[in-house]
């Protein structure tokens, strides 16, 4: 589904922020990316989409997403790509939602500009989906604006949304920051889920191990700018082979750090 070789990051001015690796998901995997603050998760996987902020760039010897060339795609196709195939939770769930558009316009956007069905079709779908997602009165979320919502139910939105177009990979960028009344369990065993029925893949953006060691298969571990190790999820616990996950393991199971 993703196959990329040698992606790197850096500003215009060439300061390196990601050093390069290689990265792939395959159908039905959930693969993590582990990392402390600022260890370059979030820029690695925007940059892995063509996603990064124009203050950044990236390079890469090759970056296939579900057998098409990224950087060959014409904008219309790329905007096809990953606005139908690719849902993104973001981690900063106010500033994603656009505080004077109607929660129902937002939601019907992609539905709507990918063709996936008519306006009333994709409005039934919201509101299943923000039913699906635990909300009890989606009409009026539907008809109201983002600051009329808690940071729990911003988030509920934001996941109800990168549903819409029934994408079949999902990124999950530290989903469980932003969060009141929704746990983190919540969010995991919803999306575990529609992993289990429907074989969507999910990246799981974190700086919690004990959620990789729970819900991944496979993990990349990144510490400062350097994607350090990758393995299956439960190698990667059984035999940490770089100090800074041997370390990380210890610290999960509770052990003391030597
Ligand atoms: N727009 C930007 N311009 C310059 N540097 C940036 C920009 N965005 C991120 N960085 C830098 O890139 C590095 C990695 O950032 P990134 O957001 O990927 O970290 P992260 O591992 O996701 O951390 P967190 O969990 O805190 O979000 C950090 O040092 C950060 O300061």
Redesign the pocket.
Known sequence: MINITQLEVH?HEGRA?VQPFDFHLKKGEIVGIF?E????????TQAMLNLL?S??VSRSIKKIVEDRNLDMLSPREYRKLIGLDVGYIP?NTTEFLHPLVKIKHQMLEGYVTHQCGTKKQGLKRATELLELVGLNNPKKILNGYVFELSGGMRQRVNIALSLMTKPRIIILD?PTTALDSITEHEVMEFFKNINQEEGVSLIL?T?NMKLIEKYTDRAYV?YQ?EMVETNDTKMLFSEPYHPHTRALVQVTHGEEVR
């Open positions: 500003t922020l990392g603050s600022g260890s370059g998760k979030t820029i690695s902020p203050a950044l981690q530290e953006i700086h990144f700018g």
